[in-house]
Each structure stands twice: as C-alpha cells, then as structure tokens.
C-alpha cells in the first residue's frame, strides 16, 4: 500500500499524459524517437528508413525554384538555378537529406548531443494531427509546424520540412 501511495501520482501523470495523446500521435512518436537516435549516432541507414526522401527532395526543390525565381533573388543564384535547372533537385536531396544536416534540426528542438532523448509520450506531446493522415512536430505545444510525417507501410517518416531553409545545414 505503501509503494502504491508513492507511486501513485507518477502513474496517473503518465496515464494523464497517455490519454492526452492520441494513438496516432504516440504510434508516429515511436518512429520520430528512431529518426532522432539514427541523427544522433550519423546512422545512414536508419535515418534512411525514417525519411521519405522522394517527397523531401520534391519539397527542397519546389522551395529553391521559387527563392530562384524572386525577383530580389540574388544574380547568381539565379544563374546557378538556370543553369542546374532540374538536376538542383536531386544534388539539393544528396547535399541535404543527411543525419548530420537534420541534427541542427534536432538542435533547435533542444535536443543536444551528449544528453538523452526524450521519450515516446514526450515526443506525441509536440506532434500534432494535420487533419489528413499527417503529424507534423512543432516547437512548442501550439507552435507552427517545422517537421511532417506520413505514415507509409507501417513506419512513420519525415516527408516534410516547413521550417526556414537556413536551419538545414551539416554540424559537426
């Protein structure tokens, strides 16, 4: 009786915090937890099986052809841009789709080398449902959505990424 008074209030915090999240959401957190390990340890294949690349690479190229094609772009990026035309895609998908370039993701999430992840029910507390299948993990609770994710035969992946383009850079 003793143990159970003390355990208590730590097991209807986690049933509390269980309840609050979905199933969808605690289903993809499983995933967004093995992308994340897969960035931390450089974990190429991992990282792969947790990433629709495919769809990121439409995503990035979509986003380049329209900073090309601002008017204020910068000349040279123009030049870059008409030059490499479509191929921009799938060298913008080699250069950016890496374990090393999403940790500066992961790090603005707070999440630092060195230190544990968070856990599945932390994880579904920042995903949010998009209305249409999708879970996108923001910030904070209510905050814009930076990272999306389908589910695909079973296994959540990241198909999209809404945040600023300048966060997408390799660390060391």
């Excluded at 792969?48 to 690479?57: F, M, T, Y």
Aim: charged share 25%; glycine share 10%.
């Amino acid at each position: 009786m003793n143990l159970f008074r003390r355990l208590g209030p730590v097991v209807a915090s986690v049933l509390a915090l269980a309840g609050c999240a979905s199933v969808e959401r605690l289903d993809a957190a499983s995933d967004v937890h093995a992308l994340l390990v897969a960035i931390r340890d450089d974990d190429k294949a991992a990282f792969e099986a947790h990433v629709d690349r495919p769809a990121l690479e439409r995503e990035i190229g979509t986003r380049l052809a329209a900073d090309v094609a601002k008017p204020n772009a910068d000349p040279t990026l123009r030049a870059i841009g008409a030059l490499l035309g479509p191929a921009a895609t799938d060298i913008a998908g080699d250069v950016l789709l890496r374990p090393s370039v999403f940790r500066a993701v992961a790090e603005y999430y707070g999440y630092q080398s060195g230190e544990p992840l968070p856990g599945r029910v932390a994880i579904a507390g920042v995903l949010k449902p998009m209305g249409d299948g999708r879970v996108c993990a923001t910030r904070k609770k209510d905050g814009p959505c930076l990272l999306v994710f389908t589910q695909e035969e079973g296994v959540w992946k990241l198909s999209g990424f809404q945040g600023d383009a300048s966060m997408l850079r390799p660390t060391s």
